[in-house]
């Protein structure tokens, strides 16, 4: 059983998530952002291809990650990288979701564009009691992968 502060600390861990976001479209990038930051969340960065964003990753715990970047279609393998040699929590986001297949193993789930701003309340909140071992409910837009983050 959670004591009152055990639970505040949990809060305060919540808080303190860094999300990436990896889009190569800065109006959908600048949008996801600006809702992370609605929620009080702290966004570490922007990259539209590989090599920012593992620049990127040693200051994010959450990535949103699309499949196809400014580099090709990067967005699994980086996800991949992201969650197996940085412990980030991967949430794909396309407008094919199928490209991804049955998921990439360590990642959380994929979300199907256009991603509305509650959409991502949601999936943000899903992938922080995910990554703390809290409990939420998984949002319905979100496919979770069999196995997937931590």
């Not at 197996?84 to 789930?109: C, K, R, S």
Request: hydrophobic letters at 45%; a negative charge; aromatic letters at 6%.
């Amino acid at each position: 059983m959670l004591t009152n502060v055990s639970r505040r600390r949990q809060a305060s861990e919540a808080m303190n998530q860094r999300v990436l976001i990896i889009e190569d479209e800065f109006l959908i990038a600048l949008d996801v952002a600006e809702t992370i930051e609605q929620m009080g969340l702290k966004v570490t960065g922007f990259a539209s291809g590989r090599k920012h964003a593992l620049a990127l990753a040693p200051y994010a715990d959450i990535a949103f990650v699309d499949v196809n970047l400014s580099d090709g279609r990067t967005g699994p393998d980086i996800g991949r990288e992201l969650a197996e040699d940085y412990g980030l929590t991967v949430v794909f986001m396309t407008a094919n979701p199928d490209d991804i297949g049955g998921g990439i193993e360590g990642t959380l789930g994929v979300l199907t564009k256009p991603v509305m701003p509650d959409v991502v309340v949601k999936t943000v909140d899903y992938a922080i009691a995910n990554r703390l071992g809290g409990m939420a409910i998984v949002p319905r837009e979100l496919k979770v992968f069999q196995g997937g983050s931590h």
